[in-house]
């Protein structure tokens, strides 16, 4: 008989136990998938302890970099650029005001936007981020205008309005949004 | 000589420099095509530069589309 079955009663519950008689074949067999299974769990452990690692690394380098980012001298510096953007802004909406006069200020504060009419008697809107639009065919279409880097939003609505009334041709449609 | 006052709007936020006549069209020679040349009193493109000692200008960045 190779194989029997019997139930056994254990305190976590009732099993059916089933026995199979192994040949000698089967247990060398056994023994070197066994053995072949301990290899693979030991490659897979070491690629986890070098993943572990590099992540480690990876952590303190990290970490390093943050500690560094924060130095007193680096906030002193954010906090001056800071200062530095605020009064660049303030000074520009200053300027945004005079360039448009008191009642075309105050109409683009209130609208949130400005109606203007370039050399070649198209309308166009600017609005107060900055984006343009002009009257096609009865409608608003977006035209692309790209904002310099670091410059005021003021300056660049100054930049944006004096243009499209200077130089209309030199700002076209732009076709992906509307 | 009383000098030009220019008024550059960029991302130093409105830098200001102090140019004499001559300095200030030397100056529009290599920037040309960058800024509108704008009266600052009168708030109107500067057409030709006859620019007058004490005079007021601003240099507006051209818009480029994209």
Redo the contacts between chains.
């Keep these: 008989m190779s194989e029997y079955e019997e139930i056994q009663v254990l305190p976590t519950g009732v099993y059916r136990v089933r026995y199979k008689r192994l040949t000698p074949s089967q247990i060398k067999s056994l023994r070197t998938r066994t053995q072949k299974k301990l290899q693979d769990l030991r490659r897979k452990q070491n690629a986890y302890l070098a993943t572990l690692n590099e992540i480690e690394d990876e952590m303190e380098t990290v970490s390093r970099f943050l500690e560094e980012s924060q130095r007193p001298e680096i906030d002193n510096y954010i906090t001056r650029y800071d200062e530095?953007?605020k009064?660049?802004?303030e000074?520009?909406e200053t300027?945004l005001k005079?360039?448009l006069?008191e009642e075309g200020y105050e109409t683009y504060r209130k609208d949130g936007y400005l109606q203007i009419e370039d050399s070649l008697g198209d309308y166009w809107r600017v609005e107060a981020d900055g984006t343009a639009r002009k009257w096609i065919d009865g409608k608003l279409s977006r035209?692309?205008?790209?904002r310099?880097?670091?410059?005021?939003l003021p300056?660049?609505v100054?930049?944006?309005v004096?243009?499209i009334r200077?130089?209309p041709e030199?700002?076209?449609r732009?076709y992906r949004r509307r | 000589m009383e000098k030009v006052h220019v008024r550059v709007l960029n991302e130093l936020g409105h830098e200001t420099l102090e140019l004499s006549p001559e300095e200030f069209k030397e100056m529009i020679q290599l920037e040309r095509g960058r800024y509108f040349v704008v009266d600052e009193e009168t708030m109107t493109i500067v057409k030709k530069l006859s620019i007058e000692p004490g005079q007021r200008i601003a240099l507006i960045p051209i818009a480029r589309g994209g």
Excluded: N, Y
């Design positions: 530095q953007k009064e660049a802004t000074r520009a300027f005079e360039f006069g035209i692309c205008v790209i310099q880097r670091e410059l005021p300056d660049h100054v930049s944006v004096q243009t200077e130089r030199t700002l076209r732009d």
